[in-house]
């Protein structure tokens, strides 16, 4: 073969080749672009997936938050709302004691053997406030006496010039001042809001 004829197979046979090669360049280009096609298409949906679902879990948290900021205002102000109510007994007890001291010497007296429950004391301390005081005092010996009647023995009752910052009630102690009960309005209050705060719930909204 001459020297022109094996160039021109040459030139053939490239050109053949360069045709074959072009046209599988030209499909693995067209399978890579489809793959990535695919794989882009993938990753649009997948982070379209994950951004709805955080809108929509963003959207629940706020609404729950929303929600529970709302509940939490009722609760304030169904709270506020039972206050007012233990703050209007507290003003009656106070015009009770004004307008029925008969009555609330009794009380005092009931308090004072409720004190005495468990106790073997023949002599006992006891504190009032300073606006009961003159009342208490004035009737110290029928209180004595209905209480050492009520308990089956004598009780020595020892009204103490020491007032104390109470609605009303009384604060009983031993002689020596070494035990002491404290039976007032202010802690039966504070018993009663602890213990029945739900009941007066139930009975101010119906839950």
Known sequence: MSLEALKNEILKSANSRKEEILKEAREKAEKIIEDAKEKAEKIVARKRESVIK?????????????RLEGKKKVMMKKGEIVKLVFDEVRKKLSTFKKEEPKRYVDVITSYIIESLEGW?????????????YDLIKKNLKKISDKVSDRVGRKIVINLLDEPVDILGGVVVSDKEDKVFYTNTFDSRLIRLYEEERDEVLNILFGE
Not at 120 to 132: A, F, H, L
């Open 54 to 66: 955080n809108l929509s879990e963003k959207k629940k948290a706020a609404l729950a938050v929303t």
């Open 120 to 132: 073997s004391v023949d002599e006992i301390n006891i504190r009032v406030s300073k606006e009961d």
